[in-house]
């Protein structure tokens, strides 16, 4: 029946369109299917980059219309040394870190107990996952919600090692609190994905290796250390990977549940640009601020990955 239908379809294609293609090589036929990709891949984030590298060297500001002049390296030298500037990436390393380990550490955990099969296994996994599933701007207003006075629950636990008024105290207005309320909304939401890449690692361990541990009298807690760990460490590092890199332009979560403040204390280098970009419409030094990200997130990506390509090679 397939070779049927192939040779109707050659019956039905032209015969000069028919000696074209039989001209054409292997190599041709794929770069004619490829070239689509590469051409939409060029003009969506190619020349993007290419144009804000060239405006990053100039006064340009998208809100005037006034000739545009080169001033050389002098918005990155005002990036660079703006304390600003250093306080908003060093609010955005405390960010990344802190939610990166609390996330790993209860992904693991939750993905080893999963692992574990017993009655409801699916129905937990399910109920789990579901945060991970919601929009970030519907989790930031619920969240906004819980953490109004007199109804979060977080509040009282705090006010009450605190000794703050329950009834008017809020996290997300306190200078020292606020990012630690980003936190816990962001290991709620994405705290699930850890889990799942992590639950695919140890249900990719063959179960023989434990018996042979236990035919030679290894211990569980030893058989964790030296089985479980090493298998799964590539999976919790792609795990790593793949939240830093996320969570470094986080934007629209951070947005709803505290704007940026109180003062500064949330300001991400996501918002920092955002502002610096549409509000005070300097766009020629955005460019140049969104430059330096993109250098440091894939000059950080690049060592990482080389690192988890040793580790997969062990």
Known sequence: MVTSTLERAAEATPPG???RIKGLSDRAIAWIFVAPSIFLLLAVNIFPLIWTINLSFTNFKANRNREVEYIGLRNYERILTDADTWATMQAT???LFWTIAVQVLIGFTLAYLIN???KGNDMWTTIIVLPMM???AVVGNFWTFLYQPQIGLFNYVVAFFTG?????FSMIGEVALAPWAIVIVDTWMWTPFVMLICLAGLRSIPESIYEAAECDRASKWRQFWTITI??????????VLFRGIENFKMFDLVVQLTGGGPGNTTTLTSIDLKREAFEKWRTGYASAYAVILFVTVFGLASIYVKALNKVKER
């Open 164 to 168: 703050a008024d329950a009834s008017s």
């Open 93 to 95: 390393a405390h960010f």
């Open 230 to 239: 090493p298998m799964v460490l590539p999976f919790l590092m792609l795990a």
């Open 116 to 118: 574990k099969k017993f």
């Open 17 to 19: 369109a028919a000696r």
């Open 134 to 136: 919601l929009s970030p």
